[in-house]
């Protein structure tokens, strides 16, 4: 699962998790989906900036994500309440919390509407990453390498340290 930061047309920024994603293509440029509920100020932020940033948050961080989920930027700044500490994505400025992983911006360039919820997809601009957590791929065997895996409800995993 990951966590999504955007940010409004005042440049009031918010962050939400979203465990329904999926990598689209790496070559020749990396491109993943999101699917957001569209009364979501996520959704709202993507649709008047075109930008957002996916973060991978790491499994000690389950407890921020769940507050995360709990509220819609809609109606609080999510960052002040839970004093969530950040810094500034590369390229976007955007607030990424400290303790991620890795985290990838993109650029939408289209939506696809299913009933309540839009697919939205979008074209990686810039990404960095714990060094620590990956080489050459994710690292879960490794302490920095821990991802946060949503099973439904607020039930979650970490990967093991053994690759089959
Ligand atoms: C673990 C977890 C996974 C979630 N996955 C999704 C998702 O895939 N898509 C979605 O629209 N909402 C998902 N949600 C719900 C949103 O994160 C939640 O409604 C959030 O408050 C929306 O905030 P926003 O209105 O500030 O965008 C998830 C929540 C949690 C806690």
Known sequence: MVLVVTRDEDNAPNLAPIA???PL???QVTKLLIVCASENKTLRNIMQTGKFVVCLPHASQVEMVKLLGSCSGHDVNKIEKFGIRTFSSGRFQMQVPEGCIGYIEC???KTVEDDD????FGRAVYAAVDEQAFSDRL????PEGKTLHHLGAKIFMVPGDKSI
């Open 107 to 109: 650029e939408m360039f």
């Open 20 to 22: 329904w994603q999926c």
């Open 25 to 27: 293509n790496y070559d």
């Open 139 to 142: 690292m879960p065997e490794r």
């Open 117 to 120: 919820v839009i697919v939205v």
